[in-house]
């Protein structure tokens, strides 16, 4: 089936580093691929999204562009801050929109930035 | 304000006892997913559903039950035939035909003593 590969944490970078965090997939459609973070305690929320090759999502300074040749949606940020110190979870999408549609999810990157 | 309510937020079972996590929404979403969380291990899927009176089984379906009777409520039974109940459980939903974006909600921690 389809499967998502992210890197190991944790990471730990000092306030204004720049920020990569590496994302694979493999699939046999053409998923949608998505970036989700979870703050401390709480559920996890859509970071950005995008849903066909060469397509870049971006939001909060975070961009991830979905290469089809290599299969990857790496996430990066130019100059992280404290209160991005979260879990990263990449993602995609399978199945065609009806009764077998749901999301798999990467095992998650834990992010700590340093003041 | 529009989201999805996940309860109780801690709980704590007793080995051989049964536990119900309750997941209501009020986004109009069709789809409804339950979720288990372990660290190191990412998200993994228990159970979803498109619609109302159906569901299938997801990738760790053994040892849990769900039901879809309305809308609005998914909610998940961990049974004692679950051999390790002990992680944090999160509920989502989805907009039929949207391009996937799930909506969460905050959780369940369920501790089995």
């Known amino acids: 089936g389809d499967s998502v590969t992210q890197m190991e944490g944790p990471v730990t970078l000092s306030e204004e580093a720049f920020l990569t965090i590496n994302c694979t997939y493999t699939a046999t459609g053409y998923p949608s691929l998505f970036w989700y973070v979870q703050y401390p305690g709480e559920g996890l929320q859509l970071l950005l999204k995008?849903?066909?090759?060469?397509d870049k999502g971006s939001n909060k300074g975070f961009e991830a562009t979905y290469r089809k040749e290599t299969t990857s949606f790496h996430l990066e940020k130019g100059s992280v801050q404290v209160s991005d110190s979260a879990v990263y979870f990449c993602?995609?999408?399978?199945?065609?929109?009806?009764?077998?549609?749901?999301?798999?999810f990467g095992k998650g990157t834990l992010l700590t930035v340093n003041p | 304000d529009g989201g999805i309510t996940q309860s109780p937020k801690y709980l704590f079972r007793k080995e051989g006892q049964n536990v119900t996590l309750s997941c209501e929404q009020n986004l109009n979403h069709d789809a409804m997913y339950w979720y288990r969380q372990d660290p190191g291990q990412g998200l993994r899927l228990i159970y979803y559903s498109q619609i109302v009176n159906d569901f299938q089984k997801g990738d760790i379906a053994e040892g849990y039950s769900v039901s879809r009777e309305k809308k609005e409520s998914f909610p998940l039974t961990v049974t004692s035939a679950q051999k390790n109940p002990t992680a944090f459980y999160l509920c989502?939903?989805?907009?039929?035909?949207?391009?996937?974006?799930?909506?969460f909600g905050e959780g369940s921690r369920l501790t089995v003593l």
């Open positions: 989502a939903s989805r907009l039929a035909g949207n391009t996937g974006e799930l909506f």
């Open positions: 993602a995609l999408s399978e199945g065609s929109g009806g009764s077998n549609y749901k999301l798999t």
């Open positions: 995008a849903t066909k090759a060469d």
